[in-house]
Nanobody, 117 residues
Framework: QVQLVESGGGLVQSGGSLRLSCAAS????????MGWYRQAPGKQRELVAS???????NYADSVKGRFTISRDNAKNTVYLQVNSLKPEDTAVYYC???????????WGQGTQVTVSS
């Protein structure tokens, strides 16, 4: 059974930082491409950052230079360091695991990030 469990969200002031974590179980983590998505109220879910099984990274333009995605295959965990937060970063942040061989996608339950101005 595949499980993705996010943590690290919270309430932070504008300009602050958080470190989001997503712990995976039930998967061969090292082969999965991992991603962080977010969904703000009334908006579609959007890709924030992704990291391949070879640790190549990709970022949405809106977060480049502020967010950093990384992974620790020994801990089956992917991280998202979020710095210089803005009120528009407020959203539920979801972890995604994508098996590139089967195209299966798995989602976590999400963690709320709220940035106050």
């Amino acid at each position: 059974q595949v499980q993705l469990v996010e943590s690290g969200g919270g309430l932070v002031q504008s300009g602050g930082s958080l470190r989001l974590s997503c712990a995976a179980s039930g998967v061969i983590f090292s082969i999965y491409h991992m991603g962080w998505y977010r969904q703000a109220p009334g908006k579609q879910r959007e890709l924030v950052a992704s990291i391949t099984s070879h640790s190549s990274t990709n970022y949405a333009d809106s977060v480049k230079g502020r967010f950093t995605i990384s992974r620790d295959n020994a801990k089956n965990t992917v991280y998202l360091q979020v710095n210089s937060l803005k009120p528009e970063d407020t959203a539920v942040y979801y972890c995604n695991a994508h098996n590139p061989y089967t195209t299966h996608h798995y989602w976590g339950q999400g963690t709320q990030v709220t940035v106050s101005s």
